[in-house]
């Protein structure tokens, strides 16, 4: 950070664009996320290291799905649900996924009004985030309880691959449990903006640091995130 | 670093004036089109299971997709294609390493699902 002057008004280095800048930035002896702050970058950082453990996790699951030599129980069957006198395939992890979607959307405009400095604005559209993400929850323990009572289990099935049961709770229940924290941190993030802490600049209880509506956008990325891996199992673990 | 970056007399964090010069401030109209965009991504992917697509068109829709979908939100919900080039390299690289993986577990499933069918086939 030595490029940063105590009050921050200093006129702003030129940095290189392309791969001079790339080069530049990493070899600078400075930061070298030069347009992010450290929040941002840990963030990132944290991602990339989410990214490998569901990578790791969908990987697992190929490898079961291709070795076994039973066959793997049709998701389409698995996951339909009887709507008005007619099965309907994957209708419910369908509606899963655009809720997820919205989520993120409102999540987008959530941390655009709040560089706006829209407090109201902001406010109501991380609740209505943490609303989709709860109701994304719900369905899901919706889907779990269905799946339990008709005999799925992380050893055994009644449709083929034993490791189906294995692969699917493990793989949705840890996707669930990032939403689930993701939602309490909306929540807190949210509670924060209503109270007007970033405004203040008031410290984080747990970081000492002081807030700043900074926090919206690194609370987004961990958010969009969510989304982004439910795009790879909505792929590969209920299309494929 | 810990000290001159939180205090600056002006009741404001470093970071904050740092992020109102550098903001992530852009039209809410491209956030929609974006919006718009994966709702429309979403429903042909589920369309792909509902028609019943079947085969290499399946499995070659699905992941276009999803690279589709995936790609808007790191490249604009996710702001990546207004951050420098250095942090996007240093995030978007290393998830690569993953496609080695995924190639040495699939060598190595094909060979255990042959070793199971002909332990299967001659009776262990």
């Known amino acids: ?240 | 670093m810990a000290t001159h970056t939180e205090q600056t007399g002006h009741g404001y964090s470093q970071t904050a004036i740092a992020a109102h010069a550098e903001s992530q401030q852009h039209p809410i109209r491209i956030y929609l089109i974006v919006w718009f965009w994966l709702f429309v991504l979403s429903a042909c992917s589920y369309l792909i299971d509902y028609i019943g697509l079947q085969g290499m068109l399946r499995w070659s829709l699905i992941i276009t997709f999803m690279l589709l979908k995936a790609g808007l939100i790191v490249a604009v919900f996710m702001h990546m294609v207004w951050e420098r080039l250095a942090l996007v390299y240093a995030i978007l690289l290393p998830p690569l390493a993953v496609l080695v993986f995924v190639i040495i577990m699939a060598i190595e499933s094909d060979y255990t699902a042959l070793t199971r069918m002909m332990s299967f086939v001659n009776g262990g």
């Open chain 1, 1 to 240: 950070m030595a490029e940063t002057t105590l009050n921050g008004f200093e006129a702003k280095e030129a940095h290189q664009n392309g791969l001079r800048g790339v080069a530049a930035d990493w070899s600078s002896d400075q930061r070298a996320f030069k347009s992010a702050s450290w929040g941002k970058a840990m963030m990132w950082i944290f991602l990339l290291s989410d990214t490998f453990v569901f990578s790791c996790f969908l990987l697992a699951y190929m490898t079961v799905r291709m070795s076994t030599v039973e066959p793997w129980p049709n998701a389409s069957e698995v996951f339909a649900l009887h709507i008005a006198g007619a099965d309907i395939p994957l209708i419910l992890i369908a509606i899963m996924t655009f809720v997820l979607i919205s989520s993120s959307g409102t999540m987008a405009m959530a941390v655009n009004f709040a560089y706006r400095r829209n407090r109201n604005a902001t406010v109501a559209l991380l609740l209505a985030t943490a609303l989709l993400g709860a109701a994304f929850v719900g369905m899901q323990a919706f889907e779990w309880t269905k799946l339990i009572t008709e005999g799925v289990r992380p050893w055994g099935n009644p449709w083929g691959a034993p490791q189906f049961g294995a692969t699917f709770f493990m793989i949705t229940g840890f996707h669930g449990t990032h939403v689930t924290f993701g939602v309490i941190f909306l929540l807190i993030v949210a509670f924060k903006v209503w109270r007007g802490e970033y405004d203040r600049g008031e410290r984080g209880f747990f970081t000492t640091r002081r807030g700043d509506y900074e926090h919206v956008e690194i609370m987004g990325l961990y958010w969009h995130f969510v989304d982004l891996v439910w795009v790879f199992i909505f792929a590969f673990f209920y299309l494929w």
